[in-house]
């Protein structure tokens, strides 16, 4: 069972260029969640989501910045117009279906992929 | 107010040390909650889920206060591969991570 990836690892974009990150879950886990480390910082929340839905996008920018998980295919950290302060590193994780019992919240616990460093020039 | 707070250290131990680190959260409704490790610019990897019972493994033992929101991670006869940071981790929908407490063993 292949962990979580994240492809590219490494991504150098010139201002006002795109990047799309991707982020594919281990096998069976429907959750996806999207995280911001800026060098000497710690884990900043960005974005929960489904399948085909967005559950709490309170972490995200207002602007340029925007997350799908398509019912088919990756999930995908979309940051238009990029800026110098968006250099840093993205790491998504993902996490099994959540059922209704209290076993089912227990040990759900998140699993990381290596994350792609994102450098604006 | 942040969801979950840590002492940002940084730790420094002697080898075979015993060192501590502790958090605190404040969504009361909070079900689960994890220690993660991450090393310098790697994804951080699940360390142990955290019991309400309290729970070891090996070296490390996490205990869990829920009358007072309280995580602890202790960590018992220190190694020089301990050195990482640690992340005290609440899941509530989603994952609330502190911003870990750093711990460097010293030979």
């Known amino acids: 069972n292949a962990g979580v990836m994240q492809n590219p690892r490494h991504l150098v974009r010139r201002r006002g260029q795109e990047a799309r990150l991707r982020c594919s879950p281990m096998?069976?886990?429907?959750?996806v969640y999207w995280y911001r480390q800026l060098p000497e910082e710690g884990l900043k929340f960005m974005v929960y989501?489904?399948?085909?839905?967005?559950?709490?996008e309170s972490g995200m920018p207002k602007e340029r910045f925007s997350a799908e998980f398509p019912k088919e295919g990756p999930s995908i950290l979309r940051i238009q117009q990029v800026v110098r302060g968006d250099s840093a590193a993205y790491f998504c994780a993902s996490s099994p279906i959540q059922g209704p019992r209290l076993v089912d919240l227990m040990n759900t616990e998140a699993f990381f992929g290596q994350g792609t460093r994102l450098t604006v020039v | 107010r942040k969801e979950v707070e840590q002492d940002p250290g940084p730790f420094n131990v002697p080898e075979g040390a015993t060192v501590a680190f502790n958090c605190t959260y404040s969504?009361?409704?909070?079900?689960?909650f994890f220690w993660y490790r991450q090393d310098c610019r790697k994804e951080p990897k699940l360390l142990m889920s955290?019991?309400?019972s309290g729970n070891e493994d090996g070296r490390f033992t996490a205990q869990l206060n829920r009358a007072s929101q309280y995580i602890s991670l202790l960590i018992r006869d220190s190694k020089l591969s301990d050195s990482a940071t640690y992340l005290c981790?609440?899941?509530?929908?989603?994952?609330?991570f502190g911003t870990g407490t750093s711990l460097t063993v010293i030979p």
């Open positions: 096998k069976g886990h429907s959750h």
């Open positions: 989501l489904q399948k085909e839905n967005i559950i709490d």
């Open positions: 981790v609440v899941k509530e929908g989603q994952f609330y």
């Open positions: 955290v019991y309400s």
């Open positions: 969504n009361s409704a909070s079900q689960s």
